[in-house]
């Protein structure tokens, strides 16, 4: 439930294919039927009079770019339509709360709401904190008071980032618990909350509130896939698609951290892999090295493109029954989960993994 991405929206890739600066229609070439790609288009050598040129081309059928992702997107687009909300927030501040960022918090979040106007039904105000590094105490009062971390398991897990984290403290969570949840900003003064980080969190409010405070039982693929899916999907909204791309790389390279290399991993290692992320985090999903981001959005993007929108929030919704959430999943979208695994999931993580390079 943990977003630490950094997007940084301005931040532009460089990442221009290098070609042969000659190759253009009717510039020379060397040998005749020689083929060269550059930008959309493949030219051919042909032979013109006694000389040898480039012809004028042929548009590259990019049939893989007609991709997953792009279908994705335009699926959210289509029955994510932004809607006027009223203030679904209850906002509390630590003394030592930077005044921009409360702006920012409020205004990020009411923009985050505005997409989910169509599925959101919670009626309660939702309860946001936000406190720094030197205002540890005031938040687990301030939760006390909505008796919000009963079991103390926040407050252990932000006292332990507080440790680790010192001035770079960047937490931010929405915990997942039966009976009512918050979303709690735990950040060191001298930094900013992160662009992605609150539509990430909000969405973690949505699924809090469609699966009836049952997000436990959720694979955390699933929960933090389809938060980090649907957080993109807003900042790209806000700042332009290339910032979904960057937001994309970003997350997929979150495992780098671990020792172990997931783009080398054959079919049956994934399959183990995506087997293990089926846990919560006190299970098998492993936060520190952040497996379930990367994988996870995968894995959404897949689903969102063949399922669209309305199935997804069925999926979420199907959560709050007793029903194995396998079942559901075969209930909702016609397929074996582990079928479904191996024949779109695998294929596409190891189509998507190859296409992207390290840091
Ligand atoms: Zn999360």
């Known amino acids: 439930m943990i977003a630490v991405l950094v997007v940084t929206p301005l931040l532009l890739s460089s990442q221009i294919s290098t070609t042969q600066a000659a190759v253009k229609a009717g510039a020379k070439c060397s040998k005749v039927g020689s083929k060269s790609t550059v930008g959309a288009k493949t030219f051919?050598?042909?032979?013109?009079?006694?000389?040898?040129?480039?012809?004028?081309?042929?548009?590259?059928?990019?049939?893989?770019?007609?991709?997953?992702?792009?279908?994705?997107?335009?699926?959210m687009k289509k029955s994510m339509l932004p809607k006027p909300v009223k203030n679904l927030f209850r906002y509390h501040y630590s003394p030592n709360a930077v005044k921009a960022y409360q702006e920012k918090i409020e205004s990020e979040l009411n923009y985050s709401m505005e997409y989910w106007a169509s599925v959101y039904d919670g009626t309660e105000p939702f309860n946001v904190f936000y406190a720094t590094e030197k205002d540890m105490d005031w938040l687990i009062s301030a939760w006390k008071?909505?008796?919000?971390?009963?079991?103390?398991?926040?407050?252990?897990?932000?006292?332990?980032?507080?440790?680790?984290?010192?001035?770079?403290?960047?937490?931010?969570?929405?915990?997942?618990?039966?009976?009512?949840?918050?979303?709690?900003?735990?950040v060191s003064s001298t930094r900013p909350i992160p662009d992605s980080m609150i539509p990430h969190e909000n969405v973690h409010i949505v699924q809090q509130q469609l699966?009836?405070?049952?997000?436990?039982q959720m694979p955390c693929w699933l929960r933090e896939g389809t938060a980090n899916l649907f957080g993109n999907f807003q900042i790209a909204e806000k700042y332009g698609l290339r910032v979904y791309d960057e937001a994309k790389r970003s997350d997929m390279n979150a495992y780098q951290s671990g020792s172990v290399e997931i783009r080398k991993f054959n079919d049956s290692e994934w399959f183990t892999h995506l087997k293990s992320l089926e846990g919560n985090f006190s299970g098998g999903c492993d936060y520190k090295?952040?497996?379930?981001?990367?994988?996870?959005?995968?894995l959404s993007e897949v689903l969102m493109a063949d399922g669209g929108f309305e199935k997804m929030m069925d999926f979420w919704r199907a959560f709050s029954l007793d029903v194995d959430w396998r079942k559901s999943f075969k209930d909702i979208y016609g397929i074996e989960i582990d079928i479904w695994y191996k024949t779109k999931g695998v294929p596409y993580l190891m189509q998507e993994y190859a296409r992207v390079k390290r840091y």
């Open 44 to 75: 051919t050598c042909v032979k013109s009079g006694n000389k040898l040129v480039w012809d004028k081309g042929v548009k590259v059928i990019t049939t893989t770019k007609q991709s997953v992702q792009s279908i994705s997107y335009a699926n």
């Open 145 to 186: 008071t909505y008796n919000l971390d009963e079991y103390g398991y926040t407050a252990r897990e932000y006292k332990g980032r507080l440790e680790r984290e010192g001035n770079q403290l960047n937490a931010g969570s929405v915990p997942s618990q039966q009976g009512p949840s918050h979303l709690s900003f735990f």
């Open 211 to 216: 699966t009836k405070s049952r997000t436990d």
């Open 289 to 298: 090295y952040r497996f379930a981001y990367g994988t996870g959005l995968l």
